[in-house]
């Protein structure tokens, strides 16, 4: 069986995760928000250096982290964020009391304290995971959205018509914040789409001129 060779560390950007070739990290444009983002990221989301754009996400956001794991009960950095007297800490995520903010509902913190989004990056199957394994999780309030759009990710399959991927979810997530005067954007969230665009044109482009892998034997 013939693999094609690993990428060394040290040929990598530590930003991006992409190999240095591909280093994508030029065409983000970074900006300030009101609002905490805080994505939690699944391990194997984790090694998804071509398709995935929860790095690409944190690097666009400066008010942002990530935070890997799957049991987020556990973790020392999300337990001292949710109990912190200064946010107000909600989760993007669908289900039964699940808020929908494209309907007109508000979402409005107590006064004195910053919205804290908590946004799960990875597959739907690692998101439930993660849901399951995180009682911390659960317990909080619960906000989604009802895209108007298909995703613009087209390199990757979504499973769903109504699915978009983690950038395109934070970029709809500050628009309707921004509408309902919880943010001051001026449209520079705008750039999150440009960003996936030009990493689908991008991928496009170097796809059609890489050598083909290896057939394995």
């Known amino acids: 069986m013939i693999e094609r060779p690993k990428t060394p560390q040290r040929d990598r950007c530590l930003q991006c995760n992409r190999s240095r070739a591909t280093c994508f990290c030029g065409f983000v444009k970074p900006f300030d928000t009101q609002t905490r983002f805080v994505l939690l990221m699944h391990p194997k989301e984790f090694k998804r250096q071509k398709t995935g754009t929860g790095r690409l996400t944190r690097l666009s956001l400066r008010h942002s982290e990530i935070i890997m794991g799957c049991d987020f009960s556990a973790d020392d950095r999300v337990r001292r964020l949710l109990a912190d007297p200064g946010y107000y800490p909600v989760l993007l995520f669908p289900g039964p009391g699940s808020l929908n903010l494209s309907q007109g509902h508000a979402l409005t913190p107590p006064e004195g304290k910053t919205l804290l989004i908590m946004v799960i990056d990875g597959t739907w199957a690692m998101a439930k995971k993660i849901i399951r394994f995180s009682d911390n999780l659960r317990a909080l309030p619960r906000i989604h959205f009802t895209p108007s759009v298909l995703s613009r990710f087209h390199i990757k399959r979504q499973p769903a018509a109504h699915c978009v991927s983690t950038i395109e979810a934070v970029y709809y997530l500050l628009d309707i914040l921004d509408r309902q005067g919880m943010e001051a954007l001026e449209g520079r ?15 496009k482009r170097y796809v059609a001129v890489s050598p083909k892998a290896p057939r394995r034997a």
């Open 189 to 203: 969230h705008t750039s999150l789409l440009e960003t996936i665009d030009s990493l689908v044109n991008f991928q």
